[in-house]
């Protein structure tokens, strides 16, 4: 198939992560871009500047089911093997646009990371769950380097979950704190961090903390690129794989983790993950996504 781009293309705007527009995690979900050259993508996700835009690549029926819907996520700068808003997101879009990709209850999208199913609940909220990879393990890190490069003191982190690097697709330095109090003076010094984190093998600092009330509530935040995400599924899929790994989360227990109300723009996401010995498995990240704005691009 030819890499000149179409001259039209269909797009949607869909809130992630929340039941109300205008709040979540806004994501542009671009249909029928197969043969779309890759630096044309990074073009419209500039265009786009939102914090990841996707793109459908439809196939032949039969390919679909056996492997799932291909899709590529990319940021105003980058191209992501996984990312959890654009998954849930586009897995969402393409229910409401595409209802032939659902296979029963479940959509699977072929990322660059491999397949990802998502499962959406029946009723009228368009509730979906995301299965993610196990998690990798990487290094645990420096809590002092790592309270210094977050702009917080040694005592706000939990000592009893150390800083660590977690993937599960994409691999993010997760930091847990005493007490979700001191993601107020979160200040992410990104020049420094960058590198730091780069030869440690982790892209961006996670951090979260409890609410302390009696149910499993956690907030978080993830600053990068400059700015604030207000919600990152993947980073949450690291985060509780984190949590239930140094039993800080009951295996199978499921939490609610509220991000990006620095931003306005809460986000609620629910986490799960199982721990059989010294693994850990099952790692879902679900929430709600709402449909904000659909249009048409007009390409050269």
């Not at 609610?256 to 620095?262: D, I, N, S, T, V």
Request: charged residues 20%; hydrophobic residues 40%.
């Amino acid at each position: 198939m030819s890499a000149r781009p179409p001259t039209q293309l269909d797009y949607v705007v869909v809130d992630v992560f929340t039941r109300t527009a205008l709040t979540g995690n806004p994501l542009a979900v671009v249909f029928d871009s197969a043969g779309l050259a890759t630096e044309h993508m990074q073009a419209i996700a500039r265009e786009f500047n939102l914090s990841e835009t996707t793109f459908v690549q439809r196939r032949e029926s039969a390919q679909e089911q056996a492997e799932g819907v291909r899709v590529r996520i990319f940021t105003t700068q980058e191209e992501l093997p996984f990312a959890g808003h654009p998954t849930l997101g586009t897995a969402s879009a393409l229910k409401l646009r595409a209802p032939e990709t659902l296979r029963g209850d479940t959509i699977t999208l072929a990322l660059n990371v491999g397949p990802i199913p998502v499962r959406f609940e029946t009723g009228s909220v368009l509730f979906g769950e995301m299965t993610q990879r196990d998690p990798e393990f990487g290094a645990e890190l420096d809590p002092a380097t790592v309270a210094t490069l977050c702009g917080l003191q040694l005592d706000d982190l939990d000592a009893s979950a150390p800083p660590r690097v977690v993937s599960t697709g994409t691999a993010f330095a997760i930091v847990v704190l005493r007490s979700a109090d001191a993601l107020s003076r979160l200040r992410v010094k990104q020049d420094e961090a960058t590198s730091w984190l780069r030869e440690r093998g982790a892209r961006w600092f996670y951090v979260l903390g409890p609410t302390g009330s009696e149910a499993p509530d956690y907030r978080a935040r993830m600053q990068f690129y400059g700015g604030e995400d207000p919600a990152t599924g993947s980073a949450a899929g690291c985060a509780i794989s984190h949590l239930v790994h140094r039993g800080k989360v009951a295996t199978g227990q499921r939490i609610h983790l509220r991000q990006g109300e620095a931003m306005l723009r809460p986000s609620d996401l629910f986490l799960t993950a199982k721990r059989e010995g010294a693994r850990v498995t099952d790692v879902r990240v679900a929430g709600s996504t709402v449909l904000v704005a659909e249009g048409r691009l007009f390409l050269p």
